[in-house]
Nanobody, 125 residues
């Protein structure tokens, strides 16, 4: 059974940093792309970043480029999202997702096979 478990969310002030983790289990993820998405109240789920598990190649939404960094630890089967210089508009529930053989730069949420339960990030001004 595949499980994705996010952690690391919290309440911070603008300008602070957080690191989200997504622990993956249940299968080998070497052929998977891991995506980070977020969803604010009343808004659609929004792409944040993606990382190819085998190559480590990353891609970011313009809104987070230069502030957020996705990475992975193969030994721990965990992907991370380092978030720096947080802004109030970054407030959302953050989700990680896993999808196999995703080749586009920004796969749509529907292309991912597995999702975590989400972790809340709140940035106060």
């Amino acid at each position: 059974q595949v499980q994705l478990v996010e952690s690391g969310g919290g309440l911070v002030q603008a300008g602070d940093s957080l690191r989200l983790s997504c622990a993956a289990s249940g299968r080998t993820f070497s052929t998977y792309t891991m995506g980070w998405f977020r969803q604010a109240p009343g808004k659609e789920r929004e792409f944040v970043a993606r990382i190819n598990w085998s190559s480590g190649r990353t891609y970011y939404a313009d809104s987070v480029k230069g502030r957020f960094t996705a990475s992975r630890d193969n030994a721990k089967n965990t992907v991370y999202l380092q978030m720096n210089s947080l802004k109030p508009e970054d407030t959302a529930v953050y989700f990680c997702a896993a999808g196999r053989y995703l080749y586009s730069a920004r796969p749509a949420p529907s292309e991912y096979d597995y999702w975590g339960q989400g972790t809340q990030v709140t940035v106060s001004s």
